[in-house]
């Protein structure tokens, strides 16, 4: 089972923030929370990673919870393009932890 | 700089054959993860290499098995096709062990 929960979909109108949210609540020490997207019909692109900080990078910012608990990716200024299935993933850093893939958010960005 | 390879692209298959997938890692890459991705089970993972070692397994049947060279590329197998079988094969690759993966395009394999 996946370790993560996220709302099956969401919308975001054009030029506005979109905030994607994950709970985690089983997260442990050394596990990261990554996320992901997937555009149609492509391999997953990824977006960004973090420990407990938060962390920013040219795509999007990704504000984990003091409790590390829940997370929320932002994209700041959502357009067309980002219409995709977002999936948030919790991993530990090893080839030995295994990366579970939940249903993810798939987000519509409405013009 | 090339991002991930996977061949083919796109493949058709009988019951009961068996097929071979190919992915080549960004350069520099030595770990390589592969994922079947279905409609009804979303993105599974198969099995994970690391310096032409599998580090782990999903939970997949026998018959999906696969290796890596020397070279860091890998294949992987699947023996006596069933129709479930039909799904998009994604490979990614990483840096090291606490890097981000980087995933290819898939094999779009269909089984009939």
């Known amino acids: 089972d996946a370790k993560t929960t996220q709302p099956p979909s969401m919308d975001c109108a054009e030029g506005r923030a979109a905030n994607l949210p994950c709970n985690h609540s089983?997260?442990?020490?050394?596990?990261?929370v990554y996320w992901y997207r997937q555009i149609h019909s492509q391999g997953p692109q990824y977006i960004i990673h973090?420990?407990?900080n938060n962390e920013t990078n040219e795509m999007a910012s990704l504000i984990i919870t003091e409790d590390r608990k829940s997370s929320t990716l932002i994209l700041p200024h959502a357009t067309l393009r980002d219409t995709a299935v977002y999936y948030c993933?919790?991993?530990?850093?090893?080839?030995?932890?295994?990366?579970?893939f939940g249903p993810g958010t798939s987000l519509s960005v409405i013009p | 700089k090339a991002g991930v390879t996977q061949t083919p692209r796109y493949l058709i298959k009988t019951r009961g054959q068996q097929v071979t997938l190919s992915c080549s890692p960004i350069?520099?890459?030595?770990?390589v993860s592969w994922y079947q991705q279905t409609p009804g089970q979303g993105l599974q993972f198969l099995f994970e290499y690391f310096s032409e070692t599998q580090r782990n397994k999903g939970n997949f049947p026998g018959r999906f098995s696969g290796r890596q060279f020397s070279n860091s590329r890998s294949e992987m197998n699947v023996s006596t096709l069933e129709l479930g079988d039909s799904a998009l094969y994604l490979c990614?690759?990483?840096?090291?062990?606490?890097?981000?993966?980087?995933f290819g395009q898939g094999t779009r394999l269909t089984v009939v």
């Open positions: 350069s520099g890459h030595r770990s």
């Open positions: 990614a690759s990483r840096v090291d062990q606490d890097t981000e993966a980087f």
């Open positions: 973090g420990l407990k």
């Open positions: 089983t997260i442990s020490g050394n596990e990261y």
């Open positions: 993933i919790v991993r530990g850093k090893t080839s030995y932890d295994k990366v579970i």
